[in-house]
């Protein structure tokens, strides 16, 4: 399906799981506006935008049970605020209307407010709302000039709708939004795939002017817990999730001991994720998105037309002690032929080779073992104590290790039966700039600290020594900057098993389909 997008009215809530049901198959975003003005009597005054919080969290809350999380919805505001007769302007063109229930008149306003040529979809041939029924007159239905909330609004999810939303329907002129900056992510899960937040504001700006674009936004960067309700005497009221409320609870003694007015406080409850896995969280969080990507497309690979479309190459990278091997053998396993560039490097250090000449003749013959191979053990804390070390000895090794993977590489090309994918695991991938010698790059990550743990268990080192050694790798933020799919083994095996399927079907996949296309 083309990339569409479509508005629906709303005025029958019972119906919206048929609906949505409905219009997936023609759009993969959603506008939804509430007819709320067709749920009252002509004598009756549309209530305050508050009083519709309720719904428009179920809403929200209940549409990814209806069509999962392909439809991307967003809920307008700005329909249900007081005075709000003029034209509807939506950021994104619509290409559809749909409508629940049969109120043409509404509809063909739509149509000619957005200019759309193409007839209403009616879902239902009834009139009949039940909106109304849905007003909840216990929630807080004041509205403050000045609203303001704040997190990290990685990769905005149902969560942050419904956590937006709340907002902007208390706010009559002006949002203050408070996005966490690096310097306040480290602790989250998967941080290095968290979004820059440049990029993170800019994603905001644009789901908040698309539901309302009535309202004065500023959405700054913050390096704090508090931002600028610390020093902001114009701000009135403070949104929070039930988690947060000691935060609140927190600006509003930071405001009284700055002689600030105190801002209400309004807590919305969390939503409840249903995966019960022990990986992701309880709740619809951030979390749980960036652990849906492992293993997924990060981004499309591009394009190396030098390259032989047969066999496949999946250049395997990662840090130290993060689980590359293990995961070129879950690979082999499901059919991938795997070079392992560790192993090559082995036969190019071995006697007679040019490497091994070059390398005895730089770090002398103290590091010859009694069988006259080069012991690695006493190689090691020479080149990993001095940075100039290492480059001499990858400046001796690499050139004649690639040269050895693409011997490799062009006898399997040379096969009667060559294989349709190989895994080319090499720690040095992106440091040796390889990555322009396959198809795509697949990465192993592991947070700093459990990469220490691993290397002290593993290699009998002290934490100095491990964390040396891990200095000396490509940081987890340049190794992302190049993955099309990332993996991480922080967990059990049995989840990174899940990755490594998850990553294999869709190439298979994708073969397959480019297979059928020639």
Sequence with gaps: MASSTGLLVVSNIKHLGKSLRAIEKYVNSLYIHLNVAGSTSTTSAVPPPPVWGRLISQLYANSSSYVGNQLDLRVLVSPLKPGACGSLKLRQ?????????????????????LNISKPTIFLEDSAISDLSAQQDDSQASKIYPSVVLGGTFDRIHLGHKIFLTQAVLRSSKRLVVGVTTSAMTKGKTLPDLILPVEERISRLREFLTDIDNTLQYEIVPIDDPFGPTQVDPDLD?????????RGGQKVNEIRSARQLRELEIFVIDIVESNVHDGIHETKISSSNTRIDLLGSRWRRPELRPQLPARPHIIGLTGGIASGKSKMAQRLGQMGAHVIDCDKVAHDVYEPGQVCYDRIVKHFGQGIISADGRIDRSKLGPLVFADPKELQALNGIVWPELIAEVNRRLDVLRSQAEVPRVVVLEAAILLRAGWETY??????????????????????????????????????????????????SSQWDHDFTQKQAEKAWQMLTKELDSHQSSL
Excluded: G
């Design 237 to 245: 009221m403070i949104v929070v999730s039930a988690e947060t409320l």
């Design 438 to 487: 396959c198809h795509e790059v697949w990465s192993m990550i592991v947070p700093p600290e459990e990469a220490v743990r691993r290397i002290i268990e593993r290699n009998n080192l002290s934490e100095e020594e491990a964390k040396k050694r891990l200095a000396s790798q490509v940081p987890n933020k340049e190794i992302i900057a190049k993955s099309q799919v990332i993996f």
């Design 93 to 113: 063109p619509v290409d559809l209307i749909f409508s629940d229930a049969h109120h043409p008149e509404l509809c063909d306003r739509l149509r000619a407010d």
